[in-house]
């Protein structure tokens, strides 16, 4: 999770941490015969919105007004310019040693020598990789994709592959999605006669590798504008400068086929996957690609489309989030990615519809180990001292043999989500040890796994996730380290997670007309989540439990009923009042094929109950 967003977690909530704020308890949970709290979230409600602002928004609903002043948009030229949606063109040649890059992928070209992109398992990397690979192959490149294998292999550059590809008369390596933190990997790859090209976007550290060239936005002295690109926006800047390049200097007569814009498709899977914030220059990239990918061509995700129950020219970024890219995912968590990529990049029909159902299967296995696992390390929890003293300490810590390397990640978010702790899961087969750590807006984990690095093999990664690697013998010596770091950074903070409401409204307001309206903020994702809205004094017609521990209800204003869906909040079912206050998005669900307005709801209290709210100007 990430800060403005566990959204992709399938939280519609919206946390952050800003400042520290009163804690209540939720239900509790028996932890090895004590008893451990997770934290009932905190409200925090908008500010109001002064006449001036809306009326310098003529035109618009004024839900939509107050959801924009919220956000931060208090000045109306820039709501407008929000809303107009203006798509961003950066220079690509402003990321850092972006003309080094191009100028040896051109020679590369030119002799013929052979080029390695060198890509991550996960969605981004996979989409970062085919565009990479795409436009070189377009531009006469002899090039080949190479993914680590995740059960097999180390994350990342690794010596093995490096000495391998060399072998295989490889002369030019591409990273995408990986590679800043391999500063000894590069150092070998170069002592084997490589010319390695690092191309990342993850958190620059202290010590660079020495690569002919490093492009990363992140990186100190950066002239690029916008910084969060996903590795997959970095992928489509590389390619936009080649192609320009190609086309400036071609001969007369002769011309570059490829589109650069046909990238886009791609482009959004990765951006959304990854979970990078989608604002600035990711949110015009992601609003272009969304339109690519509902008119896609490409045979693979039309087939995905198909077996995933998705309907082109409907898909959104919520889509891509929970139903696209862990279909896509599931490749590289279970078996190899290369399936993946071979399904994006596939212009046979056939061979996409085989690859689409084999994802379709992975997909189905990696929910029911991550069922099965995240029960475990539930169980493992609960047998620790930690949860044994009472306390929920700083930092959740879980190991053992028999974690799948491709699923702690997974396990590690359910732990965050359910206790607002950070969470860390490590798989330990003999004397090695890898694992996974998400993390809360509070806690900038890969900062907090800096500290340990003198226990680590390797690590890397985001202010909410990261992956690692150590020595068994290390384990007990980095669990201490890793609370005591945990403990110093969140020390004074009252952990809760948070709501930031948008508009505080009546259920009238949740309607058609201003569904409409609410449109011209998508695409939603990590940092611009669906808008937030609060009705108090609700009334509950109905309430009762449906599916894996979901809450049904019909609610009413008096005069009107809507249907609302509370996700795996079936203990609330018990403790309902007649009149309640909601925090919910407002959704559209289609029953039949007729499109129905229903509410997501995120929380809710009994209407006379003091909430924990807190105002928007703190």
């Given at each position: 999770?990430?800060?403005?967003?566990?959204?992709?977690?399938?939280?519609?909530?919206?946390?952050?941490?800003?400042?520290?704020?009163?804690?209540?308890?939720?239900?509790?949970?028996?932890?090895?015969?004590?008893?451990?709290?997770?934290?009932?979230?905190?409200?925090?409600?908008?500010?109001?919105?002064?006449?001036?602002?809306?009326?310098?928004?003529?035109?618009?609903?004024?839900?939509?007004?107050?959801?924009?002043?919220?956000?931060?948009?208090?000045?109306?030229?820039?709501?407008?310019?929000?809303?107009?949606?203006?798509?961003?063109?950066?220079?690509?040649?402003?990321?850092?040693?972006?003309?080094?890059?191009?100028?040896?992928?051109?020679?590369?070209?030119?002799?013929?020598?052979?080029?390695?992109?060198?890509?991550?398992?996960?969605?981004?990397?996979?989409?970062?990789?085919?565009?990479?690979?795409?436009?070189?192959?377009?531009?006469?490149?002899?090039?080949?994709?190479?993914?680590?294998?995740?059960?097999?292999?180390?994350?990342?550059?690794?010596?093995?592959?490096?000495?391998?590809?060399?072998?295989?008369?490889?002369?030019?390596?591409?990273?995408?999605?990986?590679?800043?933190?391999?500063?000894?990997?590069?150092?070998?790859?170069?002592?084997?006669?490589?010319?390695?090209l690092v191309t990342d976007h993850h958190t620059v550290p202290e010590q660079l590798p020495q690569a002919l060239a490093t492009v990363n936005p992140k990186l100190a002295g950066s002239r690029y504008p916008f910084a969060d690109l996903a590795g997959v926006g970095v992928a489509y800047r590389i390619a936009q400068a080649l192609l320009r390049v190609a086309r400036r200097t071609a001969r007369r007569g002769a011309s570059v086929a490829l589109e650069e814009e046909s990238f886009l498709d791609l482009v959004a899977l990765g951006t959304v996957a990854d979970l990078v914030p989608l604002t600035g220059e990711n949110r015009a990239l992601v609003r272009e690609g969304l339109v690519r990918l509902n008119a896609t061509k490409r045979p693979g995700l039309l087939a995905l489309c198909e077996v995933a129950g998705l309907t082109p020219g409907r898909i959104e970024s919520e889509d891509i989030a929970f139903v696209l890219a862990p279909r896509l995912n599931a490749a590289g968590r279970l078996d190899t990615a290369l399936r993946a990529l071979e399904l994006l990049t596939t212009d046979d029909a056939a061979r996409a519809r085989e690859l689409a159902q084999e994802l379709q299967?992975?997909?189905?296995?990696?929910?029911?180990?991550?069922?099965?696992?995240?029960?475990?390390?539930?169980?493992?929890?609960?047998?620790?001292?930690?949860?044994?003293?009472?306390?929920?300490?700083?930092?959740?810590?879980?190991?053992?043999?028999?974690?799948?390397?491709?699923?702690?990640?997974?396990?590690?978010?359910?732990?965050?989500?359910?206790?607002?702790?950070?969470?860390?899961?490590?798989?330990?087969?003999?004397?090695?040890?890898?694992?996974?750590?998400?993390?809360?807006?509070?806690?900038?984990?890969?900062?907090?796994?800096?500290?340990?690095?003198?226990?680590?093999?390797?690590?890397?990664?985001?202010?909410?996730?990261?992956?690692?690697?150590?020595?068994?013998?290390?384990?007990?010596?980095?669990?201490?380290?890793?609370?005591?770091?945990?403990?110093?950074?969140?020390?004074?903070?009252?952990?809760?997670?948070?709501?930031?409401?948008?508009?505080?409204?009546?259920?009238?307001?949740?309607?058609?007309?201003?569904?409409?309206?609410?449109?011209?903020?998508?695409?939603?994702?990590?940092?611009?989540?669906?808008?937030?809205?609060?009705?108090?004094?609700?009334?509950?017609?109905?309430?009762?439990?449906?599916?894996?521990?979901?809450?049904?209800?019909?609610?009413?204003?008096?005069?009107?009923?809507?249907?609302?869906?509370?996700?795996?909040?079936?203990?609330?079912?018990?403790?309902?009042?007649?009149?309640?206050?909601?925090?919910?998005?407002?959704?559209?669900?289609?029953?039949?094929?007729?499109?129905?307005?229903?509410?997501?709801?995120?929380?809710?209290?009994?209407?006379?109950?003091?909430?924990?709210?807190?105002?928007?100007?703190?």
């Amino acid at each position: 999770m990430s800060p403005r967003g566990a959204w992709a977690e399938g939280l519609q909530t919206r946390q952050q941490a800003r400042s520290p704020r009163p804690q209540r308890t939720r239900p509790q949970c028996e932890i090895g015969g004590a008893t451990v709290s997770s934290p009932e979230k905190l409200w925090r409600l908008p500010p109001d919105v002064p006449p001036s602002y809306c009326a310098a928004l003529p035109g618009l609903e004024p839900l939509l007004c107050q959801i924009l002043y919220a956000r931060g948009l208090t000045d109306p030229q820039a709501a407008q310019a929000f809303l107009s949606g203006a798509p961003d063109h950066p220079n690509p040649f402003d990321l850092p040693q972006m003309g080094i890059l191009v100028e040896r992928l051109r020679r590369a070209i030119r002799d013929q020598e052979e080029v390695a992109v060198y890509g991550d398992y996960d969605v981004d990397g996979v989409t970062a990789l085919a565009i990479l690979v795409e436009t070189l192959r377009a531009l006469g490149a002899r090039v080949r994709p190479y993914i680590p294998h995740r059960m097999t292999e180390e994350y990342g550059l690794n010596r093995q592959a490096l000495l391998a590809l060399r072998r295989e008369g490889v002369r030019v390596v591409v990273t995408v999605d990986c590679g800043i933190r391999s500063v000894d990997e590069v150092a070998y790859g170069r002592s084997l006669g490589l010319d390695i090209l690092v191309t990342d976007h993850h958190t620059v550290p202290e010590q660079l590798p020495q690569a002919l060239a490093t492009v990363n936005p992140k990186l100190a002295g950066s002239r690029y504008p916008f910084a969060d690109l996903a590795g997959v926006g970095v992928a489509y800047r590389i390619a936009q400068a080649l192609l320009r390049v190609a086309r400036r200097t071609a001969r007369r007569g002769a011309s570059v086929a490829l589109e650069e814009e046909s990238f886009l498709d791609l482009v959004a899977l990765g951006t959304v996957a990854d979970l990078v914030p989608l604002t600035g220059e990711n949110r015009a990239l992601v609003r272009e690609g969304l339109v690519r990918l509902n008119a896609t061509k490409r045979p693979g995700l039309l087939a995905l489309c198909e077996v995933a129950g998705l309907t082109p020219g409907r898909i959104e970024s919520e889509d891509i989030a929970f139903v696209l890219a862990p279909r896509l995912n599931a490749a590289g968590r279970l078996d190899t990615a290369l399936r993946a990529l071979e399904l994006l990049t596939t212009d046979d029909a056939a061979r996409a519809r085989e690859l689409a159902q084999e994802l379709q299967g992975i997909n189905a296995e990696r929910q029911r180990l991550t069922q099965e696992l995240g029960e475990r390390a539930r169980q493992s929890w609960q047998a620790s001292p930690e949860a044994a003293s009472g306390a929920t300490p700083p930092l959740l810590f879980v190991a053992g043999p028999g974690y799948h390397k491709g699923i702690v990640g997974l396990v590690a978010s359910r732990l965050t989500e359910e206790f607002y702790r950070p969470a860390v899961v490590i798989e330990v087969e003999g004397e090695h040890c890898r694992g996974s750590a998400r993390s809360i807006p509070e806690l900038h984990i890969t900062e907090a796994l800096a500290e340990c690095r003198d226990l680590l093999v390797r690590f890397g990664g985001h202010a909410m996730a990261a992956g690692f690697a150590l020595e068994a013998r290390n384990l007990d010596a980095f669990h201490e380290r890793l609370l005591q770091v945990a403990g110093r950074r969140l020390q004074g903070l009252e952990l809760a997670p948070r709501i930031d409401v948008d508009a505080v409204c009546s259920l009238a307001d949740a309607s058609w007309p201003n569904m409409r309206a609410l449109e011209a903020l998508r695409p939603f994702g990590q940092g611009h989540p669906p808008p937030m809205l609060v009705s108090r004094g609700v009334q509950v017609r109905n309430a009762h439990v449906v599916g894996q521990g979901h809450l049904k209800l019909t609610v009413s204003d008096g005069r009107a009923v809507w249907d609302a869906i509370a996700f795996r909040r079936a203990e609330a079912a018990t403790q309902l009042t007649p009149r309640v206050d909601l925090a919910y998005n407002l959704a559209v669900r289609y029953w039949q094929g007729e499109p129905r307005l229903q509410l997501v709801v995120a929380d809710l209290r009994p209407a006379d109950g003091q909430a924990a709210v807190r105002s928007g100007s703190d």
